[in-house]
């Protein structure tokens, strides 16, 4: 089942900080996070493992919590430069050697001046 | 310095047309992936390969069938296409499969068109 993140859109002015939150029904080895602009490819931002670890670089960070099949990413003081659709990608604790990752449902994030 | 190359960029096809679509790589990654990505929606997973290993997602339609004749090229093949598989093909890799050690890179997409 596809992850259901929130909120599914969102508007800020530039400066202003923001959280999107990933939610699986299945247990979770790994979470990543994409950031794909209109008509481009997603581009990564960052992958979280199991063992409740945060990451982050620069003004955007994330967390995962595996217990609670949940994952947030946090981006502060945002810029211009940060609209676009976030997805989180899913990896089910799964075999080794058919591992896949499943795109949540998106959140879209327009920053204005 | 194009790391995940898909050509065409565009492509317009015929409804029942074959249509095939090719992504290479330069990153002598062993996965490839092939994503089907509609307007507003997230990008969904066709099929992957680790090495020679296909992988075929459950829900795939068997109009799609993939080929992959060494690791730097992969190819999409469209049968017959409908109208309901316009869309946007992405084609990414990855150096190990799913989370386990890294990133998936996206090439820039296909854009698909069915007439």
């Known amino acids: 089942q596809q992850p259901v993140q929130s909120p599914q859109a969102v508007i800020l002015r530039e400066g202003e900080d923001a959280v999107i939150n990933c939610s699986s029904s299945?247990?979770?080895?790994?979470v990543h996070w994409y950031r794909q602009k209109h008509g481009e490819a997603p581009i990564f931002l960052m992958i979280?493992?199991?063992?409740?670890e945060q990451k982050g670089h620069d003004k955007i960070s994330a967390s995962f919590n595996e217990k609670k099949q949940q994952s947030s990413l946090y981006l502060t003081a945002s810029q211009l430069s940060y609209s676009g659709t976030y997805f989180c990608?899913?990896?089910?604790?799964?075999?080794?050697?058919?591992?896949?990752?499943?795109f949540g449902t998106g959140t879209r994030l327009t920053i204005i001046p | 310095d194009a790391m995940v190359i898909q050509n065409p960029r565009y492509q317009v096809t015929q409804f029942g047309k074959p249509v095939t679509l090719s992504c290479s790589q330069t990153?002598?990654?062993?996965?490839m992936y092939w994503y089907q990505q509609k307007s507003s929606q997230a990008p969904k997973l066709l099929f992957h390969?680790?090495?020679?290993?296909?992988?075929n997602e459950a829900d795939t339609p068997d109009n799609f069938q993939s080929r992959r004749p060494n690791t730097s090229f992969c190819f999409l093949d469209i049968r017959s296409p409908g109208l309901g598989d316009a869309a946007m093909y992405l084609c990414?890799?990855?150096?190990?499969?799913?989370?386990?050690?890294?990133?998936?890179?996206f090439g820039p997409g296909t854009r698909l068109t069915v007439t």
């Open positions: 990414a890799t990855s150096r190990d499969p799913g989370g386990r050690s890294g990133e998936q890179y």
């Open positions: 299945k247990a979770l080895y790994s």
């Open positions: 979280l493992l199991k063992g409740g």
């Open positions: 990608g899913t990896d089910p604790n799964s075999n080794f050697g058919n591992e896949k990752l499943t």
């Open positions: 990153l002598n990654h062993n996965v």
């Open positions: 390969y680790y090495d020679k290993d296909f992988n």
